[in-house]
Nanobody, 123 residues
Framework: QVQLVESGGGLVQTGGSLRLSCTAS????????MGWFRQAPGKEREFVAA????????YYADSVKGRFTISRDNAKNTVYLQMNSLKPEDTAVYYC????????????????WGQGTQVTVSS
């Protein structure tokens, strides 16, 4: 099993920045990819970004390209999501996810999930 713990959420004004962290524990050697998803009230969970093992290929939703950056520190088993130029529509609970062999945008495919961290962007 793999456990994921997110941190770094909070309240920020439009145009501000936040950095989310997700630390994995347990059978971390089995993880192929880690990603971030978000869910706003009344909306379906949506893909934000993902990063794969190996060369570290990254993937982003169109809505965050150029503003968000996903990165990882393998030694710390931690993935980061740097969020810049935040907008009110980025307000959501952000979830970290991990999978053993998938790095795409379909949240149904991910095996492991964190508890989520709230990000609120005020206008």
């Amino acid at each position: 099993q793999v456990q994921l713990v997110e941190s770094g959420g909070g309240l920020v004004q439009t145009g501000g920045s936040l950095r989310l962290s997700c630390t994995a524990s347990g059978r971390t050697y089995s993880i192929y990819a880690m990603g971030w998803f978000r869910q706003a009230p009344g909306k379906e969970r949506e893909f934000v970004a993902a990063i794969a093992r190996g060369v570290g290929s990254t993937y982003y939703a169109d809505s965050v390209k150029g503003r968000f950056t996903i990165s990882r520190d393998n030694a710390k088993n931690t993935v980061y999501l740097q969020m810049n130029s935040l907008k009110p529509e980025d307000t959501a609970v952000y979830y970290c996810a991990a999978d053993r062999d998938y790095s795409g945008s379909n949240y149904h495919q991910y095996d492991y999930w964190g508890q989520g961290t709230q990000v609120t962007v005020s206008s």
